[in-house]
Structure formats: structure tokens, C-alpha cells
């Protein structure tokens, strides 16, 4: 599985964005993706995680509210949508592919490069 990972830029606090994570390869539809999100010199936070057939869901507690995210497997693509945007969203959002929905980084075999969102106040 590969990823492309798109849509940062930049916003103003309480904005929104939308992340597209476009995906190639015939196991897509049966991964899970996650998104996950690392801030300059900090540790690659989890964000949110679908399953394969978008019934299990989970968000950090951070987005919770606010982000959303979905799937349409027939374009193989995972999308977040963000909104009422902080300063604090400020980071590289990766999304990546694995076997199930976790929050562990860890758990994901396929990442994708990543895009940058960047909320100013």
C-alpha cells in the first residue's frame, strides 16, 4: 500500500481543513487508517483511526468534537476533516495504513509523507 497524504496549509484559528490520504494498492479497502500528527520537536501524536469498513472509530481526545473521520473505499481515499482549528492542530499530519484500528503508531506498516497544517492565531 502506498499513500499520498494532502490538504495542509495554512489557516486561522478556528478554520477548517480538509486531509485527503489517497491510497494505491488492492489491500487497501480491507486496511485501517490512521492519522497521526507530530508538532516540531515533539513525539508523533495519534489523531484518529478508521476501520477497514469505517465501523470502529476512535479520536485523541484533543479532536475530539472537531475532527472527522471518514472513507469511501471506491476511491480508496480516507479523508479528515478538521474543524474549529487551534494553534495547538499546528503539525505534519500522516496518515498510514495497517491490519486494525489502533492508536499506537506501531501498529501501521504503511505511512504516508505527510502534509502541513499550520493554525495561526
Known amino acids: 500500500v502506498q499513500l499520498q497524504a494532502s490538504g495542509g496549509g495554512l489557516v486561522q484559528a478556528g478554520d477548517s481543513l480538509r486531509l485527503s490520504c489517497a491510497a494505491s494498492g488492492r489491500t487497501f479497502s480491507s486496511a485501517a487508517v490512521g492519522w497521526f500528527r507530530q508538532a516540531p520537536g515533539k513525539e508523533r501524536d495519534f489523531v484518529a483511526t478508521i476501520s477497514w469498513r469505517g465501523g470502529i472509530i476512535y479520536y485523541a481526545d484533543s479532536v475530539k468534537g472537531r475532527f472527522t473521520i471518514s472513507r469511501d473505499n471506491t476511491k480508496n481515499t480516507v479523508y479528515l476533516q478538521m474543524n474549529s482549528l487551534k494553534p495547538e492542530d499546528t503539525a505534519v499530519y500522516y496518515c498510514?495504513?495497517?491490519?486494525?484500528?489502533?492508536?499506537?503508531?506501531?501498529?501501521?506498516?504503511?505511512w504516508g509523507q505527510g502534509t502541513l497544517v499550520t493554525v495561526s492565531s
Open positions: 498510514a495504513a495497517g491490519a486494525s484500528a489502533q492508536t499506537a503508531a506501531a501498529s501501521y506498516s504503511y
